[in-house]
């Protein structure tokens, strides 16, 4: 399998994690108004995509929208006209925006790093239209942009709709009491990141707190990129640094020339 290489500018500039939300008034996560300021920072942008009920990408993180809007029940049962009216939670009248708009707003300016949520709802194989939407409105977009998913799956189906779409793997320490009810058998496996070479993934972003595991920086010896999230201090990120090329990072401002 062909495996397109990670553009250069996810590495020259730290990731703002769900864009620079939180740093002023009226800045959710996911937000036109974070996804600006990160564009006006200078930042490279960390986003998340849902399925709405007519197959639209949305930006948004959860699969249910209590934790972000007033609204209530799973993202994926409601048109995307109806999630582009429900306003996000101290966002100021901002609503949810789909993936297109987004694209737009971002114009190529600065990297684009887009995790597609897992679907399946534990890691299998029922994947497709999310990635499809994802790849259908990426269509002619100029800039740096890569997909990446913690579900393998998701990412083997990027790569056969689009293997010029540079792909990764989101990776973590999977314990197994923080993913139940994923089996212990299928947590062993996503933790020894055994699908890389299978998907055609050319990065990880892995989770800081693991950032040290034998697996991470063997790949990472090898040459392959590794990004780690979620970065939330200036002292966490100077120790990630020594172990990862670049972090994704919110609630402070990361050193734009790091």
């Known amino acids: ?144 942009v890569a997909l990446m998913s913690f579900n393998p799956h998701s990412i083997a189906e990027v790569a056969r709709l689009a293997p010029h779409l540079p792909r990764g793997l989101t990776t973590c320490a999977y314990d197994p009491q923080e993913w139940a009810p994923l089996a212990a058998e299928e947590c062993d496996a996503l933790r020894a990141i055994s699908d890389f070479d299978r998907v055609g993934a050319c990065f990880i972003s892995h989770e800081a707190r693991d950032i040290t595991r034998a697996r991470v920086q063997a790949l990472r010896a090898d040459g392959v990129p590794i990004l780690s999230w979620t970065i939330r201090s200036p002292a966490e990120e100077a120790e990630v640094r020594r172990f990862a090329d670049n972090v994704t990072f919110e609630n402070y401002l990361s050193a734009l020339g790091a």
């Open 1 to 144: 399998m062909s495996t397109p290489a990670l553009p250069a500018a996810f590495l020259q500039r730290p990731i703002a994690h769900r864009a620079l939300h939180g740093q002023q008034e009226h800045c959710p996560e996911n937000s036109r108004a974070a996804i600006r300021a990160a564009v006006e920072a200078g930042y490279g942008i960390e986003i998340d995509l849902q399925l709405s009920a007519d197959g639209r990408a949305m930006v948004f993180h959860d699969e249910q929208l209590e934790r972000l809007t007033d609204a209530a029940g799973p993202v994926r049962a409601r048109t995307s006209a109806e999630l582009e009216a429900i306003p996000l939670k101290n966002g100021d009248g901002e609503c949810i925006p789909t993936f297109r708009e987004v694209l737009d707003i971002v114009a190529g300016r600065v990297a684009l790093l887009v995790e597609i949520k897992d679907q399946d709802g534990g890691m299998g194989p029922n994947v497709g239209p999310l990635e499809a939407a994802a790849v259908a409105d990426l269509a002619g977009y100029d800039g740096p």
